[in-house]
């Protein structure tokens, strides 16, 4: 699992509240990414971050908000939650050499927005 | 189009062979990969094929590629329950930032 954890792993909250996610790794990988899982939709892109306070939007950023303080942990933000936000929310990093771009992924963070 | 295409579902007796199918759009891609999910799990990397390979076999997975149609296929002999997932095909385009574009996935049912 090359060493990622998400926490929390399910989280209920209500429209209008703010939600932080964590993913952590302990490998010191440069690249992170947050996806969110939808049916009919697969994977999509939130938020990457290729360094310590580099991050840049992905195709569905809107809504969320990223931070990288240090190069164990990305989180990932909702500042005021919406029902449209209720997902399962995957971080990944990139392993390897640049070249070969293999992604690891987290076990997920279930949320619900009531 | 600007997807990754896949269809989203396939089922298969057990012991028949698999074949997940995938197009995609991106002739610059350099690689193309499979992940597979279990439920409530993550993805998992299982192969992936360089854009210059037509071919790749890994013990009962077998990776085509049509650079020509900008198809990709995984195949899965001899198949068992434990393969029962999603899968998703992936590919790295060079001319997007270097990202991965993942599709939809397939779910594979295994009939006994």
């Known amino acids: 699992d090359a060493g990622i954890t998400q926490s929390p792993r399910h989280k209920v909250t209500e429209t209008g509240t703010p939600v932080t996610l964590r993913c952590h790794q302990t490998?010191?990988?440069?690249?992170m990414y947050w996806y969110r899982q939808d049916p009919g939709h697969g994977l999509r892109l939130i938020h990457y971050s290729y360094g310590v306070k580099d991050t840049d939007k992905g195709e569905v950023s809107d809504g969320y908000s990223v931070s990288r303080s240090k190069t164990e942990d990305f989180l990932l933000t909702l500042e005021s939650a919406t029902s449209s936000q209720t997902s399962v929310y995957f971080c990944?990093?990139?392993?390897?050499?640049?070249?070969?771009?293999?992604?690891?992924f987290g076990p997920g963070t279930r949320l619900t927005v009531l | 189009g600007e997807d990754v295409e896949q269809s989203l579902f396939l089922s298969v007796r057990e012991g028949d062979s698999s074949v997940i199918n995938c197009t995609y759009t991106?002739?610059?891609?350099?690689?193309l990969y499979w992940y597979k999910q279990e439920p409530g799990a993550g993805l998992q990397l299982l192969t992936y094929?360089?854009?210059?390979?037509d071919m790749k076999q890994d013990q009962r997975l077998t990776v085509l590629l049509n650079k020509k149609d900008k198809h990709l296929s995984l195949r899965i002999a001899d198949t068992q329950t434990g393969d029962s997932a999603i899968y998703f095909c992936a590919e790295r385009r060079v001319n997007r930032d270097d990202k991965i574009i993942f599709g939809k996935g397939t779910r594979l049912h295994i009939l006994p």
């Open positions: 490998e010191n990988h440069r690249y």
């Open positions: 991106d002739s610059s891609s350099t690689y």
């Open positions: 990944a990093i990139s392993v390897g050499v640049v070249s070969y771009n293999e992604q690891f």
């Open positions: 094929i360089f854009s210059n390979m």
